[in-house]
């Protein structure tokens, strides 16, 4: 039972909707398990920030994929290792390090690296097939690239993805969710844009990367408290989830929490 459970609804955690993917850059074994014992519940993915899994120790990956699974979230790797994998013609030894290190999705992403759209269905395909939770990623890394995608050009993509298999779709903000993306140079949405996404795709299949809290607070006010969000920090996680709760002044007596 949580504090003060009489003052506000809580929402139902570990469902298809309302899923916040945390961004892990490297955080430690004993500070992971320091910010499961308290948020854990709010988490749903969490992703090994881009190739970061790739440089630490594989028994300390290992270690903390298990910490995660322990507090029901499910941890990938970033959509960067898998695109450097499949540069490489590694995609093979790239599953099996997957499912031996005991990650639970991946991201399949052609962020940086040109994919096209028929190589795309067939690692959907195939991941699938390996029994990992496919989450794809629509969108370019450099601004400049990413700029050329008109909203229609995405929204063809999200149902591409769909329709290949992609259990879920992240729509990408980088890290710092500014000039890419539905976001322009302030980091605010791109309102029209966004309606045209709205109106092609099925909504409850998208995570909006939003890492920084006015975007939150936006999709939250937009869609409702369940609305899905990734690229969170860790330590944001408490925080944002009192945002889709309006226990924060962002949002108090404004959220819609069904």
């Known amino acids: 039972m ?106 399949i992403s052609d962020g940086t690296i040109d994919i096209s759209p028929e190589d795309r269905e067939t690692v959907i395909s195939r991941v699938k097939e390996n029994g990992f939770l496919v989450i794809t990623e629509v969108g370019k890394k450099d601004p400049a690239k990413d700029h050329l995608l008109t909203a229609n050009d995405r929204v063809e993509k999200i149902n591409q993805d769909l329709a290949s298999g992609a259990d879920l779709v992240l729509m990408e903000a980088r890290e710092g969710g500014k000039g890419i993306g539905l976001f322009d140079d302030h980091g605010d949405v791109k309102e029209d844009e966004l309606r045209i996404i709205i109106e092609g795709t099925k909504l409850d299949k998208i995570i909006w990367e939003a890492p920084q809290k006015n975007q939150q607070t936006y999709f939250i006010l ?37």
Request: glycine share 12%.
């Open 2 to 107: 949580n504090a003060f459970d009489f003052l506000t609804p809580q929402r139902n955690p570990k469902v298809d909707t309302g899923i916040t993917m945390m961004l892990d850059k490297g955080i430690g074994p004993v500070s992971l398990i320091d910010l499961l014992e308290i948020s854990g519940k709010y988490v749903d993915l969490a992703k090994f920030g881009w190739g970061t899994s790739a440089i630490h120790n594989r028994e300390i990956v290992m270690e903390k994929v298990e910490i995660y699974s322990s507090y029901d979230v499910n941890p990938y790797p970033g959509g960067t290792l898998f695109e450097f994998a499949y540069s490489q013609n590694k995609l093979d030894e790239f599953l099996d390090e997957t499912d031996k290190l005991g990650f639970g999705a991946i991201e």
């Open 222 to 258: 937009k869609f409702g408290a369940n609305v899905n969000l990734g690229n969170i920090a860790p330590d944001e996680i408490t925080a944002l989830e009192t945002m889709r709760l309006g226990l924060r002044g962002d949002t108090m007596g404004k959220v819609n929490l069904g």
